[in-house]
């Protein structure tokens, strides 16, 4: 059984923070550059963030970078996001999945959450 869960999402106001997790079992992330992708209504998969496996670099899409942090416990086989001044615009269903290296597009990828509810509502 390979399985990832993400958790943590919820209703927010605008400016506020949530952090999201994403835990595995059955596959060990420690090999594994892992990807945040995040769908809202009535537009296409976007992804805004991924970890590398080998030196642990970051990388971020414009439209979170500076409020979104990724990060990574392997001993925890778990991965993170730290969503900070969240906006109404991020009101998303947030992924994670697994990918070789961080570069791919996400169609690449091959392990993915079921997703988690991210709204952004005064």
């Known amino acids: 059984q390979m399985q990832l869960v993400e958790s943590g999402g919820g209703l927010v106001q605008p400016g506020g923070s949530l952090r999201l997790s994403c835990a595995a079992s059955?596959?060990?992330?420690?090999?594994?550059?892992i990807g945040w992708f995040r769908r809202a209504p009535g537009k296409e998969r976007e992804r805004i963030s991924c970890?590398?496996?080998?030196?642990?670099?970051?990388y971020y899409a414009d439209s979170v970078k500076g409020r979104f942090t990724i990060s990574r416990d392997n001993a925890k086989n778990t991965v993170y996001l730290q969503m900070n001044s969240l906006k109404p615009e991020d009101t998303a269903v947030y992924y994670c999945?697994?990918?070789?290296?961080?570069?791919?597009?996400?169609?690449?990828?091959?392990?993915w959450g079921q997703g988690t509810q991210v709204t952004v509502s005064s």
């Open positions: 999945a697994t990918a070789r290296w961080c570069g791919i597009a996400g169609r690449y990828y091959n392990y």
């Open positions: 059955g596959v060990t992330l420690d090999y594994y550059a």
């Open positions: 970890i590398s496996s080998s030196d642990g670099s970051t």
